[in-house]
Every structure is written in structure tokens, then in C-alpha cells.
């Protein structure tokens, strides 16, 4: 059963219809449609393989779909996708980092090529505000697992982008820094954001969320917003749904 | 100007980079030393065989050390996802390629720099002239532009170290031939007349492997 969360009143900023993508013989993705409001924190839960991430990375341009329509802000993705890719910032598994250059040199790389016109002190900013001032110029080889998600989430922010997409963003951070990163995700700029993320824990994901989607094999199997947002009420739907918590 | 702010800032961090490891510039000069010291051990006391066979040898060290390279170009992109970091730039993938080629062709020509005096004195041949440098350079363009494609291929694949030159080495026999008859002939004096044909050849593949390479690297990126 799928539950479709209200219709948005502003129009989407993100339109996904009858999105599909296979890797070879194997359909990650089957028939995805799912719209979301600007400011909307979304998040994804699923079992691994539920197609979580490939979403996420159809969503942020870093592979195409096989079928199916991405809209982001009213442009098709596949028609303008280098102009689009400005007004969305994204985290993954892997830190998108340079591990031979400090954290200054790596921002300074993404300023770049993002066009961010007050580079010095964008980078200053953002640096302070995950907390690594004191470590800006050491390598990033030399940074904890920690500290180098914080520079991930950092980087991402760099561009002022108005969707975030997050592919488990908690990973190797503790609960506080999340919840105090999540603070500046969410307030930074004092742009309302577009947030996408995956988690594997509901209660995480309940928290910090208006609306939760539960992904399985490829497909959309409950989507839930406002006053729905219960941990326990979600873990019934889920267990129900994907055969269990892992 | 907007694009080409992009392009140098890759070569800028791919510099930086290099900087701070020399995983390249010093792993591949160590190579390409070691193959000109191998040759003129083996070679040394024939001075004809040494003539008919020197630009093949100067080509050889150009070529594989080329390959060394180009094979760590996109190895440090692809840790810790850094090259779809990349993608994920508003940069058409064209920039991207533009960019990687360019630090290709900077690293390559840097090695070549150090080696050509080098293979100068030990094999007694004056290469130190203007045609061979303009030769060296030629060549090492569509070098470095066939090989940041096939380099961009290869990194997907598990076994990329040898995937790289299994494919890019067929590709590049023709440049390399004609870098070969090229280099003989400046080597043995020939004028400019003589060279124009090779030349022609060289600056022809040149042409149409940057652009052909340029066109394709797009889908060349596609999972």
C-alpha cells in the first residue's frame, strides 16, 4: 500500500515520474514517482538493495535513469543537468574529499568550480561553522573518519544550494554531531532547504524528517508525512513492509 | 571564461596534488631512466644498431612511462569518490576532460623534459634540437588526449592496470609510428621537407583524436 503525502501547494521542486534504472540484468529502480515540496525534509528508509542510493544518484545527476523524467526546479535533468547540478549539494558514502590536499585546499577546489564568488570567506564560514577551524589546513589523510564527514557535509554547503541530497550522512558521526550539523543544514544561510535523506534508524529519521518514504526492491511502498511521523508507528509500517528492522 | 576557470582548476588541484605525493612525476621518471639505462647497457658497444634503433627506444620509454601515468590520473580521482564529485560540479564533462588532459600533458611533458637530455648523454645523440622538441610535443598531445579517455574507461574496471594498455596502445601505434620515423629522420639530419610528411601525419592524428576524444568522453563516463 502506498500512502501519498499531501499535494503540495507551491509545486514541486523535485518531480520524479516513472523512474526506472537497471544495472545490467537487475532493475534497481521500478517506476518511481514522487514529488517533493521546496523545504521538504525527506527521508528514505529501506533494507539494503531497496534502491536507496541509486535514487539518490539518479536524483543528483551522477547517473541517468532508463526511464523516467527527473524534473529539479522545473528543468528536465537530462536536458540542462550541468546548470541544475548548481542548486543541489550532496553527501555520500564516500567523502568526495582529496586526501592529499588540506581542508582549505579541497574547498577552495569546490569553490572553483562551483563559481562561489566570496570564496575566502564562504570557506571561513562554513569551516567554522562544522567546527574545524583548527584543523583548515592540515591534510585530510591525516583527519579522523569524524572529522572528515564534517568536512563532507561542509563541502556540500559550499554553493549555497538550495536541495541537499544525504546518502546516510550519519556515517562515523555520533548522535550530538549529527543533531548540531543538522542545525546548520537546516538553517545555514537562511535558506529553507530541500533535504533528501537516507538512514537505516527510524528514529533518526522520524526526527529529524516532515515526511518519511520506505523504499523496497526498487519501489516507493509508503510515503508519510506530518502528523503520521511516529517512530513506533513507522516501524510497524516497515517491519510490515520490508519483512523487518535489520 | 567561465569554462576555462573550471579547466584550470583542475589542473591546478591535479598540480597540487602531484606536489604532494610525486606519485607520478618521480615513480614514472624512475621508470623511464631505468628503460633508457637497460637499452643502452644492451646496445651500447653496436654504435650502428644504436643509430637505427634509438628513436624506437626514445619511444618506447615516452610510451610506457605515458602509460604509468596516465594509469594514476584517474586512480586518485576515483578514492573516496572524488571523481563523482566531479561529475557532480555545473561543469559540462568536456571541461572535465579538458582539464585531465591537460595535467596529463604537463606531467608527461615535465618527464620528458628531464629525460631527453638524459637519453642525450647516453646514447651520444644530439636530441636537444628544435624538431624533435616540436616532434616530442606534437606527439605528446594526441598522446595525452587519447590516453585521459581510455585512462577515464579503464579506471571502472577492476583490473585497470592492464586494461589501459590493452586498449590505448593499439589506438596510439600510428602516432608513435610516425613519432619513430619522425625522430629518425630529425636525428639523422633531415631538413624540414623531409620531416613535413610525419609531421603532417602526427599534427592529423592530433586533430581528430582530441576532437573524437573530446565528443566521446561524455559517454565514456556513463556507468
Redesign the interface.
Known sequence: MVTKAPALSDGPIISVKGLTRT?NDFLALRGIDIDIGAGEKVAVLGPNGAGKTTLLKVL?????SSSGEVTIRSTRLKDKD?????Y?G?V??????????TAY?NFT??C????VSDREERIREIIDRIGMMPRLHD?VSNLSRGMQQRLSIG?ALLHRPEILLLDEPDTGLDWHALSSLWDIINREDGINRTILFTTHNLSRACTLSNRVVIMNKGKIVHDIAGSGLDAGNIEEIYSRLTGGIE | M?YF??VS?IV??DA??EM??REIVFSVLVFALLVLVIFNFAFGADETAMNSIAPGILWVTFAFAGVLSLNRSFV?EK????F?????????RDAIYVGKMLSSLVFMIIIEIITLPVYSFLFNLNVLSFEIIIITLLATIGFAAVGTLFSALAVNTRVREMVLPILFLPVVVPLLICAVNASGDALAGESWGDLFSWLMLIIAYDVVFVVASYLVFEHAL??
Open positions: 544495472f543528483s545527476s551522477a547517473i541517468t550541468p546548470e541544475v547540478r548548481r543541489i550532496v555520500s558514502h564516500q567523502t568526495f574529499l582529496y586526501q592529499e590536499l585546499e577546489f569546490y572553483r568550480m562551483y563559481d591534510r563541502r | 567561465n576557470r573550471k582548476a591546478w588541484k597540487l596534488s604532494r605525493t586518485q578514492e573516496n569518490g572524488c563523482e564529485a566531479l561529475t557532480l560540479c555545473p561543469v559540462g556513463e556507468e
